[in-house]
């Protein structure tokens, strides 16, 4: 079955530190990838998707991930961290062919002033 | 604005009695789904529905019914909760999973 593995549930940065949290996926073909975040108390709002038009995606907030097929890899990263960016980040994947999302656990990013 | 609305946000029930958590899109979405959000677990499937009259199951489905009889509503209906139904609950909708999902505020459900 389809999973995708995010390494770390906590992560913590000081403010204006690369941020860079983890995702790698299981699928022998490539899928569909999310990135999405969840603030406190709020739903989830969808980063960036990569859908294999470009293996660098951008997203809102400054956010950005890259595809790496060799590596099973979608990892996401910000250049400078915020104080705003202090959220719960998911990983996502859609396998080809199939009408759901699969998400992995999550990881918490604090951001130390 | 285009959302997804779920309704109510938070629900203390008792176990065994019938409740019902509702969702509408105002987007016109063919694909809509229920996810239960737990600590370290991640958002996990109950079911999912691509369009009017047509619904499956997700990773978790047991406890949970659903029905799809208006494109815009997607309610999520436990028959007898129990305990272990405590969670947070989202909705979301979509064109197409290839090109994600909005999610809706989510609904904190506590079943004492």
């Not at chain 1, 999973?3 to 860079?20: C, D, I, K, N, Y």
């Not at chain 1, 073909?29 to 108390?41: E, G, I, K, R, T």
């Not at chain 1, 991930?65 to 960016?85: I, N, R, V, Y």
Request: glycine content about 8%; hydrophobic content about 30%.
């Amino acid at each position: 079955a389809q999973s995708v593995t995010q390494l770390g549930s906590h992560v913590s940065v000081s403010e204006g530190a690369l941020v860079l949290l983890r995702c790698n996926y299981s699928s022998s073909v490539p899928p569909y990838l999310f990135w999405y975040v969840q603030y406190p108390n709020q739903g989830l709002q969808l980063l960036l998707k990569y859908t294999s038009a470009a293996t660098l995606v951008k997203g809102i907030n400054g956010f950005e991930a890259e595809f790496k097929k060799s590596e099973t890899s979608f990892h996401l990263t910000k250049p400078s961290a915020h104080m705003s960016d202090a959220a719960e980040y998911f990983c996502a994947v859609n396998p080809s062919g199939r009408r759901a999302l699969t998400f992995g656990s999550g990881t918490r990013l604090q951001v130390q002033p | 604005e285009a959302q997804v609305t779920q309704n109510p946000r938070y629900l203390i029930t008792v176990t065994g009695k019938k409740l019902t958590v509702t969702c509408s899109q105002n987007m016109n979405h063919e694909y809509m789904s229920w996810y239960r959000q737990d600590p370290g677990l991640g958002l996990r499937q109950i079911y999912y529905s691509m369009n009017v009259e047509v619904t499956d199951k997700g990773d978790v489905p047991e406890g949970y019914k659903v029905s799809r009889k208006e494109k815009r509503n997607f309610p999520l209906i436990l028959e007898s909760p129990s305990p272990n139904q405590t969670s947070l609950y989202f909705c979301a909708s979509g064109t197409g999973t290839n090109y994600g999902y909005t999610f809706g505020s989510g609904t904190r459900l506590t079943v004492v």
